[in-house]
């Protein structure tokens, strides 16, 4: 059994040190309950409007790890994702989240970064003008859950970045458990919605069409609380394949959701009854993707 926690946490913009040390506090306490893995939301280091004072808040993979080190002692047996603003070795700025591990002796080790993809520049968003775009989308083992994925917000929008995830592995098998990590705002709250925004109902259909393609566990960690006048929409679930939702949190303000994940149990339940979830036709793919390119290549040519 592996038990998760989701921070439905809301840093203090702009405020790196404080958020830190609230993190490390948080995880301190999650690592003295015998938790296995605690989930922060997007940029949960740093607030979510940094914009211009990205520079003064960005770190690199590296130094990340040396801060939160200072601020958990203690802290064992225990993974953890964290949204941090990444400063890369030729200074360009990232939206990222780490996800990093203690061993039981209390050692900690980055295990992998995901930089985000896809940044909206539209409504509220303008992402694209204080951050480049990440270029990759890797899967990475998990001593807790084993192969896994990480998404940023926007990320999971697209169907390439998830569909990626779900066959990179030994044997094309891929991702097991996908970590999507939010900063949504609530959006379109209608008469009839009984208080769920609209943003918050589309985000219930994607995270359960991708458990249920994908054959995967979605932990869906989205900020709560209000910065700068937004106010985030919160609703962070543990869903288990095939769409079953283990737990859900409550709308709009900062909470902490706990979960039990039968695991691997449940995902070896859900692949025996839908083993097209792991058979996805990657020379299919790979041939049809050519085609299109080269056919819009040679379009632009004539």
């Not at 840093?11 to 609230?22: F, I, M, Q, Y």
């Not at 990320?155 to 390439?160: G, R």
């Not at 970045?161 to 609530?186: F, H, K, M, T, Y």
Request: contains cysteine; hydrophobic residues 40%; charged residues 25%.
């Amino acid at each position: 059994m592996v038990k998760i926690r989701v921070e439905q946490y809301s840093p203090k913009l702009g405020r790196l040190k404080g958020n830190l040390e609230e993190i490390g506090n948080r995880l301190v306490a999650a690592s003295k309950e015998d938790l296995d893995i605690v989930v922060f939301p997007e940029q949960s280091s740093t607030g979510n409007q940094s914009k211009d004072k990205v520079p003064e808040v960005a770190l690199s993979p590296d130094r990340l790890v040396e801060e939160i080190r200072t601020v958990t002692n203690g802290v064992h047996n225990l993974e953890a994702a964290i949204g941090f603003v990444e400063e890369s070795t030729g200074h360009r700025f990232y939206n990222s989240v780490a996800w990093l591990h203690w061993d039981d002796q209390g050692r900690l080790s980055l295990i992998h970064v995901h930089r985000k993809v896809y940044l909206p520049t539209y409504g509220l968003f303008d992402e694209g003008r204080y951050f480049s775009a990440g270029r990759s989308v890797r899967s990475f083992e998990s001593p807790k859950l084993g192969r896994c994925g990480l998404l940023i917000c926007e990320d999971a929008f697209h169907l390439s970045p998830a569909l990626l995830l779900s066959i990179d592995g030994p044997e094309r098998e891929g991702a097991g458990a996908l970590i999507v990590v939010s900063n949504s705002p609530a959006r379109g709250v209608e008469e009839d919605a009984q208080g769920i925004p609209q943003s918050q109902r589309v985000w219930h259909h994607i995270i359960r069409t991708y458990s249920s393609l994908l054959g995967v566990v979605i932990i869906f960690a989205n900020r709560g609380g209000v910065e700068d006048g937004l106010t985030f929409a919160g609703g962070s679930q543990v869903v288990a394949p095939g769409a079953n939702l283990l737990a859900e949190a409550d709308l709009f303000d900062p909470e902490v959701l706990d979960a039990e994940l039968d695991w691997p149990h449940l995902l070896r339940q859900y692949r025996i009854g839908n083993p097209g979830t792991v058979s996805e036709n990657t020379e299919l793919i790979r041939r049809e993707l050519q085609r299109i390119l080269k056919a819009s290549d040679e379009n632009q040519l004539t």
